[in-house]
């Protein structure tokens, strides 16, 4: 297939298990982890975990990346439509609260098919907010929540480290698709989410002023309406941030300063939903390990 699919439009020949766009994947499902994660926001994660599966590739490839093993080398299998199947099963069995489908956008269009049946637990979509609105619309009913990243508000940063100047306004407009679809959130008697939008952002040392503009931007759209905010803290400088020079700013933890700044901001513009983080999360070891395939 010619690809178009998310808003690269790299316009790419991507054969069944081989792709030439900035994804860098086929077409078929490939997939690098699956794992009950208990590390997900509460209301995801609850006391059992969530179903995660973590797709090899990725659209966006931000050069702080937490998972650059996957996102950038695609390491993973090619699974079947029964595979797949049987890994959902698997997750369910395990008791699972969720099938939390990790980085799935250059998938949109597959998974939208596979979940026309609900899988009997709350989809989960979770993804860097580069989404295409067609995409979106095609799963439309078919994914109960959507966990999406709100990475930057202003351009540069989207330029800079993710090569995509023009992810701001996409995002934007990908989370008032996603918003209208699932509506205000919903959760049950375990404080588990049943459907809604939460919305994070991975605050980067010394960025101060994307993290406000997010955060502004966030209230424009949802201010008053129950959508959460995810403030994480926990950046670790990973993959391609300790090795090149052009993102030594990067190349740091994330200040305690800092991440109590973005949140007082948020706190001061009336976020009323959502988690702020403890900042000593900021560790390697919970970043998954994706030599494993299954844990
Ligand atoms: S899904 Fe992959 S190949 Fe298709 S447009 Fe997006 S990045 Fe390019």
Redesign the pocket.
């Known amino acids: 297939m010619i ?10 020949l ?1 054969r069944s298990e081989s ?7 086929g077409v078929k499902l490939k997939i690098s982890k699956v794992m009950l994660h208990k590390w997900e926001e509460p209301c995801i994660s609850g006391t059992n975990g969530s179903g995660a599966v973590f797709f090899s ?1 990725c ?1 966006l490839k931000c050069a702080f990346c937490q998972n650059s093993d996957i996102s950038f080398d695609g390491n993973g299998k090619y699974v079947s439509r029964e595979e797949f199947s049987e890994i959902i099963n698997e997750l369910k069995s395990k008791g699972a609260h969720n099938i939390n489908l990790v980085t799935p ?3 949109a269009h597959t998974l939208a098919d596979i979940f026309k049946e609900n899988p009997g637990l709350p989809v989960v979509y979770n993804c860097g907010g580069y989404e295409s609105i067609r995409s979106l619309k095609e799963l439309n009913g078919k994914v109960q929540i959507y966990l999406a990243d709100f990475k930057y508000a202003l351009s540069f940063p989207a330029e800079k480290y993710s090569s995509a100047a023009d992810y701001p306004e996409i995002c934007e407009k990908a989370l008032e698709e996603m918003y209208n679809q699932v509506g205000d959130f919903e959760l049950d008697e375990n404080g588990l989410m049943k459907k809604g939008l939460i919305v994070r952002h991975l605050v980067l040392p010394g960025n101060l002023e994307n993290s406000k503009r997010v955060i502004d931007v966030f209230m424009r759209l949802f201010g008053g309406k129950r959508v959460m905010l995810s403030l994480m803290g926990q950046y670790t400088p990973h993959g391609k941030v300790t090795s090149d020079i052009r993102f030594s700013e990067i190349n740091k933890k994330v200040s305690r300063t800092l991440y109590t700044k973005v949140c007082d901001y948020a706190a001061v513009c009336g976020v009323e939903y959502g988690y702020f983080q403890d900042i000593s999360s900021a560790n390697e070891k919970y970043i998954p390990d994706f030599n494993i395939f299954k844990e």
Do not use: M, T
């Not at 690809?3 to 790419?12: S, Y």
């Open positions: 690809c178009k699919e998310c808003p690269r439009r790299c316009g790419a991507r792709g030439g766009g900035v994804c860098g994947v590739g659209n956008s250059h998938y």
